[in-house]
């Protein structure tokens, strides 16, 4: 094990990294509960997403455990999974079949784009505002979608009178009034989240929802009508397994020639959201704690191949999404409650090799993670998602031809609930600053091709509807 994880080297001890894993597990377990959620709204069968996305887990934080040595577990995120849910499949009307096979042709071309040269020319294009400001805003994005899970945020809708005065058409946005009970349920869960992470008390964001959870039953929001045994559970795993690969996955995906230019924009932007959602993670928590040198954030901008740990932990990143999408969920990817674990003390693989085994035995809690409601949940997405705001902080907001494209690409990203669609308006408004600075020629070609592309996909979704 010592030859293994070299633990002395890295000053640490298989007791600290054990704790350390056990930390991070509970820091991040509620995606066991939460990912189905989400998922199978789409009509993906819950036991199925269960299943996937434990397995996703497993297989992923193994392997960087293992190939890369370094602490950090993943799962599927939860700025994708809601990204997979409301926008691919609700708001551009793919299958979630369909869905999944762009989820694995991501994971696939992060695979490419991680081994070859274009990775890191897309490192070196893209402003480290703007990056900062994509990572931060897929953080507000995640918190908003806590808040609508809920119905925290209600849209009243505006008479056809008042619409011809003048005021837009569509909703008005407005906080909900207080009586309900998925309301008062939501705000209990909140505040233990707040009070959990704030007392840093381990495992709190899995206390707190089982906690909530048990004062639902009382409020008749907790329910066993819904929750699956783990035969049940196993039993679905088939639909959802290889799903992508089948008539309704790939054979219906490039069925229809027309759609081919949505289908690209959208593994476009699973893809850039994934990379720089992964990018942020690693130097966000690496760097300070010395788990990443300076010379491997280098080597990941300029070198090629596997020469350290960064680039092998990117390459473990990328290979889990598309195994992920194999099994049935969406894009997995490396969690930033890693820094828990961190924080803890885990300084090695072993940390993340210990939180697959707590993957591996949470299979058995089935039936009880089945039936918590989503107001038990809803808190932690706000809190997490705020979590991911942090690297907000690197936005020069001061300098407004900094602020312009970061503030389109991270909080327009929440307004327009999409991240592709935050990134691209971020994207086209660096240009114009740019431009109007006298500066173009700093722009790098592709972002001046990624802003042109997005521009085209704008036009053809105005003439297709
Ligand atoms: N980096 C990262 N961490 C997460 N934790 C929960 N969801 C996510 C995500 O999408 N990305």
């Known amino acids: 094990m010592e030859k293994f994880f070299h633990l002395k080297e890295n000053g640490t001890s298989v007791s600290t990294e054990f704790m350390a894993g056990l930390t991070t597990f509970f820091a991040m377990s509620y995606i066991i509960i939460v990912n189905p959620q989400i998922l199978s709204q789409t009509g993906m069968p819950w036991g199925g997403v269960f299943l996937a996305t434990i397995i996703a887990s497993i297989v992923g934080t193994l392997v960087m ?37 762009m989820v694995f042709l991501c994971g696939l071309i992060n695979i490419l784009i991680t081994v070859t040269k274009v990775r890191q020319m897309i490192i070196r294009a893209i402003p ?18 806590g808040l609508l899970n809920v119905d925290l945020i209600t849209f009243t ?23 309900s009970p998925t309301l008062w349920l939501f705000l209990i869960g909140l505040l233990l989240v707040i009070v959990f992470t704030i007392l840093k008390i381990k495992g709190g964001m899995l206390l707190a929802i089982a906690i909530t959870t048990v004062i639902g039953i009382p409020m008749g929001l907790t ?53 720089f959602d992964t990018l942020g993670t690693f130097i966000g928590t690496g760097r300070r704690t010395g788990i990443f040198s300076k010379a491997d954030e280098e080597s990941a901008e300029n070198g090629s191949g596997f020469k350290t740990k960064m680039d092998k932990a990117l390459f473990a990143d990328s290979v889990a999404t598309s195994i992920g999408a194999i099994c049935g969920t969406s894009n997995t990817t490396t969690y930033v409650e890693s820094s828990a674990g961190i924080a803890a003390g885990g300084r090695t693989g072993l940390t993340s090799v210990f939180v697959s085994l707590f993957f591996a035995l949470s299979i058995f809690f089935a039936p009880v993670v089945s039936a918590v409601p989503s107001a038990a949940t809803a808190g932690v997405l706000v809190i997490v998602g705020c979590m991911m705001a942090a690297s907000l902080k690197e936005v020069r907001w001061d300098d407004i031809s900094e602020a312009i494209p970061a503030f389109f690409a991270s909080v327009f990203m929440a307004f327009a609930y999409s ?32 802003s042109a592309l997005f521009i085209l996909d704008f036009i053809c979704m105005a003439i297709l509807q």
């Not at 997979?84 to 869905?99: D, H, I, K, M, S």
């Not at 505002?129 to 953080?139: D, K, R, V």
């Not at 809708?157 to 909703?171: H, P, Q, R, W, Y």
């Open 223 to 275: 329910t066993m009508n819904n929750s699956i045994s783990i035969g049940d559970a196993f039993g679905q795993l088939p639909q959802t397994f290889g799903a992508l690969f089948t008539g309704e996955g790939f054979g219906s995906l490039f069925s229809n020639p027309g759609r081919l230019p949505l289908v690209l924009v959208t593994i476009f932007a699973f893809s850039m959201s994934d990379v």
């Open 157 to 179: 809708t505006k008479d056809a009178e008042s619409a011809g005065k003048g005021l837009s058409t569509g909703a008005t946005p407005g906080l909900a009034t207080f009586n």
């Open 419 to 450: 991240i592709s669609y935050g990134i691209a308006a971020g994207f086209i408004t660096y240009c114009i600053v740019k431009v109007c600075r006298k500066k173009a020629s700093e722009v790098h070609p592709i972002v001046w091709i990624v």
């Open 128 to 145: 480290d505002a703007l990056q900062h400001a994509i990572g931060g805003g897929i953080g507000l994005f995640v918190a908003y979608v």
């Open 65 to 101: 455990g293992l190939f890369a040595n370094v602490p950090y577990a993943l799962a599927p995120g939860m700025g994708l999974n809601a990204f997979f849910t409301y926008t691919v499949c609700f708001g551009l009307g793919f299958t979630w079949q369909e869905t999944l096979c």
